[in-house]
Every structure is written in C-alpha cells, then in structure tokens.
C-alpha cells in the first residue's frame, strides 16, 4: 500500500515564505513525476508545479519566479519552496504523484494541506 503524507501548511503573511513536503510510503520501484496541485474556494485544481525523474520542472505562470519544486530521491518526497506569497495564493494545495510499483505505473495524491495568505 503506498501513502503520500503531506505537511507544511499554514498561515503566513504576504510577501512571506512557506515550504510544503510530502512524502510517500510503501513499495516503491520509482516516481518518474511529481508535482503539487492547489485549490481556492469554488476554483477547479490547478497544476502549480510539476517535477520529472530527468530534472525538468514546469510551473504556473502565476508562480513561475516565486515557487520552486524539488525532490529528494532517497526519501521519495517532493517539496514546494513558496516565497513573495499573495492572498491569491491561498488554498488547499495537493501533491501528486505518477510512481512505479508492483503491479504498474499508479497516479497517488495527497491529503491536502491548506495554504492561508493573509495580514
């Protein structure tokens, strides 16, 4: 059984900095992409950030400069660096994950953690 924990979230000021990680758990063979998702209010989920086993990463204009994604192979996790924050930053923000096991290749999200801008 595989698991992605997440944690990180919270409540920050504009224009500060937060970083969200997530880990996964289980019988892994690999995860050739991982990524984070968020979600405000009466919004549909959105790709924030996207990070691939050869290091090419992919991010959200409205991040792009701001956020930075990054994966660390020996613990399968992935993190998500966010500084200059915005209140149009707020929402429950997913990790995602594309991995190997046995059996095939398998899509696992994460529980959500929410990400609060606000003064």
């Known amino acids: 059984q595989v698991q992605l924990v997440e944690s990180g979230g919270g409540l920050v000021q504009p224009g500060g900095s937060l970083t969200l990680s997530c880990a996964a758990s289980g019988s892994i063979f690999s995860i050739p992409v991982m990524a984070w998702y968020r979600q405000a209010p009466g919004s549909q989920r959105e790709l924030v950030a996207s990070l691939i086993s050869g290091g090419d990463t992919n991010y959200a204009d409205s991040v792009k400069g701001r956020f930075t994604i990054s994966r660390d192979n020996a613990k399968n996790t992935v993190y998500l660096q966010m500084s200059s924050l915005k209140p149009e930053d707020t929402a429950v923000y997913y990790c995602?994950?594309?991995?190997?096991?046995?059996?095939?290749?398998?899509?696992?999200w994460g529980q959500g953690t929410q990400v609060t801008v606000s003064s």
């Open positions: 995602n994950m594309n991995l190997v096991r046995l059996g095939g290749s398998y899509v696992y």
